[in-house]
């Protein structure tokens, strides 16, 4: 088993599945940081647009930087395939949240960088969750329509 060559998820062909389907091209790509987190986000049926694995998170701790991730190439398919919207779904960890916002500090000037909302989850009870949950909760909030 390889590797996309544009996208980076696990395929063993040339391209994956997705990136072979031509109705996925809609000008949004979601960034994981590894085929696990892409699989979760397609078994929720909701994205339609294409994906790319950077392969991990920054963690100066563990050595892991910037250059050791699949970073450039997604710099230059922003860039390259008139990219509307890069929406990160990265780990709400000190990590995910350092390698967020180096990504989106690096992408702004080309796209629209958003970020999934993190929260609390479908029948749980507020008095068990974190404080950070409940912050992150508090921010994602929306307008009810």
């Known amino acids: 088993?390889?590797?996309?060559?544009?996208?980076?998820?696990?395929?063993?062909?040339?391209?994956?599945?997705?990136?072979?389907?031509?109705?996925?091209?809609?000008?949004?790509?979601?960034?994981?940081?590894?085929?696990?987190?892409?699989?979760?986000?397609?078994?929720?049926?909701?994205?339609?647009?294409?994906?790319?694995?950077?392969g991990g998170l920054i963690s100066p701790m563990d050595g892991i930087g910037p250059e050791l991730l699949q970073i450039q190439p997604l710099v230059h398919r922003v860039d390259q395939e008139q990219?509307?919207?890069?929406?990160?779904?990265?780990?709400?960890?000190?990590?995910?949240?350092?390698?967020?916002?180096?990504?989106?500090r690096l992408l702004k000037s080309f796209t629209t960088v958003s970020r999934i909302a993190y929260g609390l989850p479908v029948g749980s009870e507020l008095e068990y969750a974190d404080e950070v949950t409940l912050a992150r909760a508090f921010e994602g909030r929306r307008q009810v329509e």
Do not use: W
């Open 1 to 54: 088993m390889g590797q996309c060559q544009r996208c980076f998820h696990l395929s063993a062909e040339p391209l994956c599945e997705i990136c072979r389907n031509g109705e996925r091209r809609n000008g949004q790509i979601c960034v994981v940081a590894d085929s696990r987190d892409l699989l979760a986000m397609e078994r929720t049926r909701e994205f339609k647009g294409s994906y790319h694995v950077i």
């Open 83 to 104: 990219i509307s919207e890069v929406i990160l779904a990265l780990t709400p960890s000190v990590e995910g949240d350092t390698t967020s916002l180096y990504l989106a």
